[in-house]
């Protein structure tokens, strides 16, 4: 192989070369000094050569923090429930819509206008929305003869109150990528088993579902991925609160960080997090795909 065509192979990678830097100073830098970090105690304001090296204590410290449990657990509720409630709804418009409805271009631009809007201001709505006395849906009730509830400041409605709102903001994004799943579905498929007498059920179950699988897979991931790393929604509609019945494991982490100004014991914290995200992910991907992972992997 002589020296021109050498050249000629490397010449993408030279185009991509810059993109790639970039991209991986901007996405292992901040991962690797936040591994860093956590083996210190450091607070913001005071000098870096002020910092004392802790080892292990901070990660030790996650296991016996009862508000750190607190935290995990309700970010395993909201995740579990807004993910799962999603991609149900998502998938259900999807093979609706599939099916060819009168107007679906305007339907899909109206109904992915939630997923546009920036979780600061969906964050506002839905917090004015579940206001005790002007709110939108405590009107409902009470012109249906229904007491008014205590939305956010309630234990027990808070968190499904949030749900809701995060379903109605990202069912969109599960509906896009699974409808455009189904549209990319050879028609050649379908029509066969048509003839072959498979009816419209047996068709999304044996067919579509498995054909689907790749794109369900890709949906989950990004989904779970986000909800584990939500903050701006809570962050404006509760902060966590009443007590810590909505505080999630990333508000607990900002808390940490900036109120408590214990950045070592937050990144620390903010590494376990990814380890678990990285752990829920392996997982889903040896259940979607477990040859394909296993090869990977290797």
Partial sequence: MNLKTRLNQLTPYFFIAPAVLIMGTACFYPVLHSMRLSFFDWSLGTPWLSREFLGLD???RIFTDP???????VTLMFAGAVVAAELILGMALAFL?????????????????????????VGLIWRYLYDTRFGLINYFLRQIGLEPQLWLASPDLAL?????????QWTPFIFIIILA???SLPASTMDAARVDGCRQWQIIWYIKL????????VALLLRLIDAFRVLEVI???TFGGPGLTTEVLSLHIYKTAFLSQRLGMAS???????????????????????????????
Avoid: C
Wanted: hydrophobic residues 65%.
């Fill in 97 to 121: 819509v599939e099916r060819g409805l009168r107007g679906l271009a305007v339907f899909r631009t109206i109904f992915i206008l939630p997923m546009m809007i920036a979780p600061v201001v």
């Fill in 268 to 298: 620390a914290i903010a590494n376990f997090l990814l380890i678990i995200i990285l752990t829920l992910s392996v997982i889903l991907l040896f259940i979607a795909n477990p040859a394909k992972a296993a090869r990977s992997a290797r």
């Fill in 58 to 60: 901070n990660y030790v």
């Fill in 235 to 237: 962050f404006i509609m």
């Fill in 210 to 217: 498995p054909l689907l699988l790749p794109v369900i897979t």
């Fill in 181 to 183: 799943g189904l549209q």
């Fill in 67 to 73: 508000s750190v449990y607190t935290s995990l657990q």
């Fill in 160 to 168: 499904p109150g949030i749900i809701i709102a995060d379903i109605w």
